[in-house]
């Protein structure tokens, strides 16, 4: 999980590196057609996430609710290396990436304990308002760069909370006969 959300994370390059994309007015997947290392990073952190859903999977408990977290991992992967395969088509997988967070974080606020659900709400209503944020900034045209943005924070951190809990949780008690 952490090499996933670091190379999805590499779209904070457009800072040292020349892109022509302004950050504050094109959305953040016109870096995909800027230098091949944005297109890159996000193919590795797709497989990354892809990968991430199997381990996951073993860890989490056994119910439908945590299965359909490491499964909602593996897809947002999938998804993502589609969008560095097909960078065009970046508006309508977007959209199919906040389905597939939102579908993964409900599943977290089914199953995590309370401390670590309360986080997960948390997360689900920044992913509501950056999803309705980039709606509504494409269709008037101001600060889609900034709320795309924003979006990608709101994913990676998600991811990198989620992948925290992998390593802190309890681990699973066996009866001793």
Request: without cysteine; positive net charge.
């Amino acid at each position: 999980m952490g090499v996933a959300v670091l190379a999805y994370s590499g779209w904070l390059l457009e800072f040292f590196l020349p892109t022509g994309v302004s950050p504050v007015r094109d959305p953040a997947e016109a870096l995909l057609a800027g230098p091949p290392v944005f297109r890159i990073l996000l193919a590795v952190s797709g497989v990354a996430f892809l990968l991430a859903g199997p381990p996951l999977h073993r860890l989490g408990p056994v119910q439908w609710s945590a299965r359909l977290s490491s499964i909602s991992v593996s897809a947002f992967g999938a998804i993502v290396l589609f969008q560095a395969a097909y960078p065009e088509q970046s508006d309508v997988l977007s959209s199919l990436l906040n389905i597939v967070l939102v579908a993964g974080v409900i599943s977290l606020i089914m199953w995590w304990p309370p401390g670590w659900r309360r986080l997960a709400v948390i997360g689900l209503v920044l992913v509501g308002a950056t999803w309705l944020a980039v709606v509504l900034a494409r269709q008037l045209g101001t600060f889609e760069g900034v709320f795309t943005r924003a979006q990608l924070v709101v994913r990676a951190v998600l991811y990198g909370v989620g992948g925290a809990y992998a390593f802190v949780k309890p681990a699973p008690r066996h009866a001793h006969r």
